[in-house]
């Protein structure tokens, strides 16, 4: 059972590089979500998409963008990475908003920019 | 945006004691979720509430929505050194509205 899965799982940028986080989840689910997590800010949304077709800012979207390819697939994009930007992403899935929010968690990207 | 306060920070206890956490908020949530982290994975989820006074467990595990729906704990008890990793809680004030998570509690048990 893969559920969310992730990659890639580690990634050292150097600043002004680009990269895509990519994310898919086997699980039908309508909802796609990536977070952040800092030390000792517990996660933070950045985007998410309610479903196939719509994405939305959370609480932290600048510096990234989002594609919500199908229903499958929600990937992040660092255009220009900034050390700032050094966190564990999180990309998880919920099977709608409507249906309440019991939230699946991908395993983690840790990336580091320099 | 909104922010749950968790507490404590960390917690390093003895295999075989009891652990208590909370989380707190000024305002109200009508879900209230825990998570743990164990180290290098994403988050699980342990317990979801959704009424308020709500007491659910899940093992050695019990969780609380507080009677004002401001605040949730989490209790475990015979703690044991697979319990060692980070706990969460998160806020839901609506269906459909985003969670918001606390800070994180992180255990670590001594065997």
Redesign the interface.
């Known amino acids: 059972n893969a559920g969310v899965t992730q990659t890639p799982k580690f990634q050292v940028l150097k600043t002004g590089q680009s990269m895509t986080l990519q994310c898919a989840q086997d699980m039908n689910h309508n909802s796609m979500y990536w977070y952040r997590q800092d030390p000792g800010m517990g996660l933070r949304l950045i985007y998410y998409s309610a479903s196939e077709g719509t994405t939305d800012k959370g609480e932290v979207p600048n510096g990234y963008n989002v594609s919500r390819l199908n229903k499958r697939e929600f990937s992040l994009r660092l255009e220009s990475a900034a050390p700032s930007q050094t966190s564990v992403y999180f990309c998880a899935s919920s099977p709608g908003q409507a249906s309440g929010n019991t939230i699946y968690f991908g395993e983690g990207s840790w990336l580091t920019v320099v | 945006?909104q922010?749950?306060n968790?507490s404590p920070?960390s917690m390093f206890i003895q295999e075989g004691e009891d652990v208590s956490m909370n989380c707190t908020s000024s305002s109200i949530f009508n879900?209230w979720?825990w998570y743990k982290q164990d180290p290098?994975?994403?988050?699980?989820?342990l317990i979801?509430l959704y009424k308020a006074g709500e007491l659910t467990s899940n093992g050695r595990l019990t969780a609380q929505f507080g009677i004002t729906r401001k605040d949730s704990f989490l209790n475990i008890s015979a703690s044991i050194p697979s319990d060692v990793g980070i706990y969460?809680c998160?806020g839901?004030r609506t269906?459909?509205?985003?969670?918001t998570?606390?800070?994180?509690t992180r255990l670590m048990v001594k065997p």
Do not use: I
Not at chain 2, 40 to 45: A, S, T
Not at chain 2, 95 to 99: F, H, I, P, Q, V
Not at chain 2, 101 to 104: D, E, I, K
């Open positions: 945006g922010q749950l968790q920070q879900t979720l290098g994975e994403g988050p699980v989820l979801a969460f998160a839901q269906a459909g509205n985003m969670l998570f606390g800070g994180g």
